[in-house]
């Protein structure tokens, strides 16, 4: 089992920063592909960014491309998403996942953490 605790978000200007944490525990952690998903209020989960579990390999959503950087640290079993330029249609909850099997935009990962509040203002 893998169990995963997101930290970091908040409430940030358009045009602001923010870095997102997860915390990840398990001993097959480090063969598995972590990823990031948001969901707005109304709306379904949508991906957003996905990092192989040898760390070099990413892949991001068209309207985050540019702007966020997905990264993992082994050593500390984190895995980051830092957020810059945000925008109002940015503000979502955002969850980590990982999965055994290659996170793609299209398939959900099987494991989740609860989720981080992500507010941008106008």
């Known amino acids: 089992q893998v169990q995963l605790v997101e930290s970091g978000g908040g409430l940030v200007q358009a045009g602001g920063s923010l870095r997102l944490s997860c915390a990840a525990s398990?001993?097959?952690?480090?063969?598995?592909?972590m990823g990031w998903f948001r969901q707005a209020p109304g709306k379904e989960r949508e991906f957003v960014s996905a990092?192989?579990?040898?760390?070099?390999?990413?892949i991001y959503a068209d309207s985050v491309k540019g702007r966020f950087t997905i990264s993992r640290d082994m050593a500390k079993n984190m895995v980051y998403l830092q957020m810059d330029s945000l925008k109002p249609e940015d503000t979502a909850v955002y969850y980590c996942?990982?999965?055994?099997?290659?996170?793609?935009?299209?398939?959900?990962?099987?494991?989740w953490g609860q989720g981080t509040q992500v507010t941008v203002s106008s």
């Open positions: 996942a990982a999965d055994i099997r290659k996170i793609t935009p299209t398939v959900l990962p099987d494991y």
């Open positions: 398990g001993r097959t952690f480090r063969s598995y592909d």
């Open positions: 990092i192989t579990w040898t760390g070099r390999s990413t």
